[in-house]
């Protein structure tokens, strides 16, 4: 079974940063791209940045500059580096990979942006 399991989520004032995990089960996920979405209230899930298995990367237009995707096949996880967080940044962060035809989502870790 496809499992994706986020963690690194927490509370941080505006400027701080934090480092997401996301750690899949088996080695699978090394041939796959890897996402990172973000769903705040009240709003619609949006991807906040992609990586593919020759490491290219996008990103959201609103994170760019701030956020770094990464991977490390050898451990199947993907991170994700957020600096310079502002509020609007508060949302539950979910880890993404699409197999075939089928999406894995992982349950989500809250990042909250306050002071």
């Known amino acids: 079974q496809v499992q994706l399991v986020e963690s690194g989520g927490g509370l941080v004032q505006p400027g701080g940063s934090l480092r997401l995990s996301c750690v899949g089960s088996?080695?699978?996920?090394?041939?796959?791209?890897m996402g990172w979405y973000r769903q705040a209230p009240g709003k619609e899930r949006e991807l906040v940045a992609r990586?593919?298995?020759?490491?290219?990367?996008n990103y959201a237009d609103s994170v760019k500059g701030r956020f770094t995707i990464s991977r490390d096949n050898a451990k199947n996880t993907v991170y994700l580096q957020m600096n310079s967080l502002k509020p609007e940044d508060t949302a539950v962060y979910y880890c993404?990979?699409?197999?075939?035809?089928?999406?894995?989502w992982g349950k989500g870790t809250l990042v909250t942006v306050s002071s």
């Open positions: 993404h990979t699409k197999i075939n035809v089928m999406n894995y």
């Open positions: 088996g080695s699978i996920f090394r041939f796959y791209a």
């Open positions: 990586i593919i298995t020759g490491g290219s990367t």
